[in-house]
């Protein structure tokens, strides 16, 4: 039988992690390796090539499409690490990034703060032009009018502009008049917003727009550098990225519209809990990805990701909505906790102990990583712990340093009057804390009760914390997936290729034009066709599903339904059905509808996709019972003594085994705490279940989402 390789990367903040796949015999192999923050394709390259090496894999035998996550433009705009960008609007709307939306997500905050915008208020230029709402061209660009702003774009040095002129989403033409000017008279990067977002609200628009062009210098010389190196060793397949929500499209497309990206990674994961769910026969799942930098909860319902159409990035406040910047995205609706690996402890003012969100990262990391941190980290607490060995960090690749472990907690433990392991203790409670708070307040935003679901544990952090949030949340079961480090990246091979296309057309839906409409949605999906051909679907293999944001007549919100899923052109769904469908979820979000009040179509919606392709793991067969490798004291509670634990190598446990807890199971990438009161068992897939004992007790809920101890 002929291999079938298939390669994925994901760039974390901390880690950069690759997946291999043959698709004819099932095989995977994995491998993990720090990220290079200033240079991100050198960690890639270092990881891939190490993959390869080990895989007995050379460039030439991989020839399907390469699928690529990360957390680069996530993290350039969350650290203003972004390039030089300009944005060109109509006159009398150069404010409009400052102004915002007028709302203050804290009214009692005299001293409220934002984040500054992408392009600085000296880096927005007016024209005058002007398109009514109805999609009218009232004036056009003069001659004059374009020389000016071109002028006044160079001398400001820009490496890239935004386009994002008032009710272009009606009517594009005057937005693409500008920007094949700017093109060929700059020669930089060039976007506009009837591309990026042709959707209502002035200052949403203009945001993803500044958001897009400010990362179009970060994502494009990365990929060219990427594609050119992946040529050079003799790669067969194309590159595809994840988008944030949930397909990939060709890197190309991608480059065009990084925003787009700006969940990539924490999506692949959410894709990868969904593969889980169906094949473990769970309707309900909660997926806790833990990784150097953050965590990442995702609530999987009837083996599906729930969606949103905007995404905030970069808040100031982690659990204040509008501390940041409100993109109008397609994105897995996921919270995303500062509560990493990475993620540093310190004393506030009031002299309590505090968990993140600042993180080590990469360079310099934890303390232990021994590469010149001095704050104590998560990581360096599970250390003191015992959760982890020095010895067998990413297999004994990476050793780690307990003195500079011990002394980053004791500089943190002094001023608290603690030991070192009590603070340790206390770091590790407070992030459990944390992220089980915040996992629970987004399923409660989305009308959901956790209690009782079962917990998907991955990322190279989520094994060593899960049971204990798990505790806290009542939830029984915890799974801890083959090759959970990793299963991000793994979760971009069972990711469909997928664009989402949205433009506004606000009618009563009793009076659309049946004319208008079909052109509006069949613009979309000649769009649609383009990315996907782009990323090597055949034309008879897309899809498309329709939706609409609608709401009553008068009201200033909407809320977005899906109609139906065709292969054709005909949109699947009547007047009729369509306020059906509008009343049931209205009724189901509010409680009630509101009679004798027509329904208002605002933006339509269009997916376009492909499905993704079947991929099989290979089935462990190992039945042998594994016996623990050694015994090491190991603290699980703040307050408890040390347990002498058995520790078990991942690869040495059989199917159906069942282990006690207090228990450790290591492999290279990860390890999976089994705690007191909980017993793991291994599935014929390889992954383990730890299933809490009849009659033990929820886990200790300590001090509150924010966390203090003393």
Known sequence: MNADWRLAVDIGGTFTDVVLFDAASG??????????????LDGV?????????????????ITAPIVHATTLITNALIEGKIGRAGIVTTSGFGDTLLIRNEHRYDMYDLQIEFPAPPVPRDRVVELDERTDPQGRAVSAPTAEGLATITEQLRAAKVEAVGVCLINSYANPANERIVAEHLRAELGVPVCISSDISPQIREYPRMITTACNAATMPVIGPYLDELQKWLAGEGFGGSVLMMLSNGGVVSAND???APIRLVESGPAAGALAGSWFAKRLGEDRLLCFDMGGTTAKSCLIVDGEPELTNTFEVARIYRFKKGSGFPVSVPSVDLVEIGAGGGSQARIDELGLLKVGPESAGADPGPACYGRGGTKPAVTDADLTLGLLDASFFLGGDMALDMDACTAALTSVAGPLGLSA???AAGIHELVNQNMAAASRMHAVEQGADLRGITVLAFGGAGPVHACGVAELLESPRVVFPVNASVLSAFGTLVTPVRIDLARSMVRALATVDIAERDALLGELREEGRRVLAAAGVAPEAIRFRYGLDARYQGQGNEITIWVGETSGDDWPATDAQVVEMFEADYRRIYGLTIPDVGVEAVTWRLSAFAPAATVEPTTVVNTTVGEPVRHRPVRFDRGTAAVDTPVYRRGDLGVGQRIDGPAIVEERETTAVIRPTWTASVLPDGSLLAERRA???PGRTGSGQEGGAR
């Open 695 to 697: 009659g033990s007790q």
């Open 45 to 61: 390259r270092t990881g891939v090539m190490q993959l390869l090496g080990k895989a007995g894999v050379r460039p030439a035998d």
């Open 27 to 40: 095989r995977v192999v994995v491998d993990k390796t720090l990220t290079t923050p200033s240079a991100p």
């Open 254 to 256: 991608a480059a065009r």
């Open 421 to 423: 392991d009590d603070t």
